[in-house]
Every structure is written in C-alpha cells, then in structure tokens.
C-alpha cells in the first residue's frame, strides 16, 4: 500500500461521511491547515494520529499481510 493511496482512502472516507477539513480537525483537536498538509502529503502522519483519523471515521486500521 503506497502513501497516496492510504491518504486517497482517507480523504474519500471523510467526504463520503460528509465531514469538512475543518469538521475532521475539530474532532481531531488539530487545526484545519494541519489537515490539508496531511491530505496534501505535506506533514507526514504518525501511526498515533493514523489511528485517530481512522476512529473519527469509523474505519479499521490493519497493518500485516494478508489474513
């Protein structure tokens, strides 16, 4: 899995939720501009702030080869 497609998927998952930049930030006590350099590929992510991201849009993080 490549960088932009982990970020594509986020960014697809939040729209899809119809959450804003803003909307994700708040609820990630991060400002709006932090959000767009994460999805810009800009800041990197941490694996603690991955998986954040990930609980505010429900999603299920997997990290391993196939189960």
């Given at each position: 899995m490549t960088r932009e497609y982990l970020i594509g998927a986020l960014i697809t998952a939040r729209r899809r939720r119809g959450m804003s930049q803003r909307d994700l930030a708040s609820r990630l006590g991060v400002t709006q501009g932090c959000v767009s350099q994460w999805e810009q590929s800009n800041r990197n992510l941490t694996i603690d702030r991955l998986c954040e991201w990930a609980?505010?849009?429900?999603?299920?993080?997997?990290?391993?080869?196939d189960q």
């Open positions: 609980d505010v849009l429900d999603l299920h993080v997997q990290i391993g080869g």
